[in-house]
């Protein structure tokens, strides 16, 4: 069999779901770290690996938890976002929607604008320097309530940074019913900001049609128990709804109980629009890459196969049609080049 990893590395990609303090790697936590240095984070490489090294769900959320009080100022925040970028241009990731949760570092105190000043700079540079193109999701952290959904519309709508294309919601779905979220992904649709909320990630398919039907959901964050029900399925073929799949990330939380089980393959075989992604990826001990490679395996992707997947990324991400053009040019010429050699 075809080693598709090299491949994959070069392959120019489109992420779509990917968080902003989940993907700081142990060099960006290090870095933080060494800035603040009463943290109780290490800030050497080894120690830092062990750190990363989860035992369960709830270290990888005490673990989240220490990264997020490491972002304490606005440099902070710039470092965080150009190094994530960086990070992505590695992998040879063009285009990025990354999700931020601005509540929680305004909620710590760093001054909003200052904060929003803070993201377009690493975002312009990251642009410029890296040649990676970012924008921006601003999403809801569902465990904080309606006063955090509403401090979350009020910063997307009256500061929204130039980068801001979208708006979701996040956190844990149980004991967290979507269509109470109603109003604020209203204001941020009215506003003009596409609506990308997670859901059917840790519940059922009902959780997906409260995404569509009260939050008017144009993709869905995960998605993965839609597959339990096959006139959703149809329902998201039909209206190119994507769904955003991390399967590593999936094992990662139990959404899936193992890679074998994951039901991205009966997803694409109902004709959904699949994108795949990493979410939280160094959390999850993963990247971009490494959940292509992944996909090509459960979906048996030769490097064509893998093309499009990246390509459906293109389709469905909030790039202007110019923009798409682009880059599925470029993932065309480095494939046909690629098969050529
Ligand atoms: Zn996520």
Aim: hydrophobic fraction near 45%; charged fraction near 25%; include cysteine.
């Amino acid at each position: 069999m075809t080693d598709l990893h090299p491949f994959i590395a070069g392959l120019p990609k489109a992420e779509l779901h990917v968080h902003h303090v989940g993907s700081a790697s142990p060099r960006i936590v290090a870095e933080l770290a060494a800035r603040h240095p009463d943290s109780k984070v290490p800030t050497d490489p080894e120690a830092l690996a062990d750190y990363f090294t989860f035992t369960d769900f709830a270290h990888f959320i005490e673990v989240y938890l220490s990264v997020v009080d490491l972002v304490r100022t606005p440099e902070d925040v710039r470092l965080l976002t150009f190094e994530v970028a960086r990070d992505m241009a590695r992998q040879n990731i063009r285009y990025a929607e990354l999700t931020i949760t601005p509540y929680s570092s305004t909620r710590r105190g760093i001054d909003e604008k200052a904060f929003m000043e803070a993201i377009e700079d690493a975002r312009r540079a990251a642009e410029k320097e890296l040649g990676v193109i970012l924008r921006w999701c601003f999403d809801i952290p569902g465990e904080a309530g309606l006063e955090a959904a509403a401090e979350t519309a009020r910063l997307a709508v009256d500061l929204r940074p130039e980068g801001l294309v979208s708006f979701g919601l996040g956190g844990p779905e149980i004991g967290v019913p979507r269509p109470q979220f109603k109003p604020y992904f209203d204001a941020a649709r009215a506003a003009g900001l596409h609506s990308v909320p997670h859901a059917g990630e840790t519940t059922g398919p009902e959780t997906v049609w409260d995404a569509i039907r009260e939050l008017g959901a144009e993709r869905i964050g995960h998605g993965t128990s839609s597959v339990r029900d096959p006139e959703l399925l149809a329902h998201l073929a039909e209206h190119r709804i994507a769904l955003e799949v991390c399967p590593t990330s999936n094992i990662a939380t139990r959404a899936v109980a193992d890679l074998d089980a994951h039901p991205v393959k009966e997803m694409v075989a109902a004709g959904v629009l699949v994108t795949i992604n990493s979410d939280d990826p160094p959390m999850f001990g993963s990247d971009l890459n490494n959940e292509y490679a992944v996909a090509a395996r459960l979906l048996d992707l030769d490097e064509r196969g893998l093309a499009q997947l990246a390509k459906n990324a293109v389709e469905a991400s909030f790039l202007d049609p110019a923009g798409k053009e682009k880059l599925n040019a470029e993932i065309d010429t480095y494939t046909e080049q690629w098969l050529a050699r």
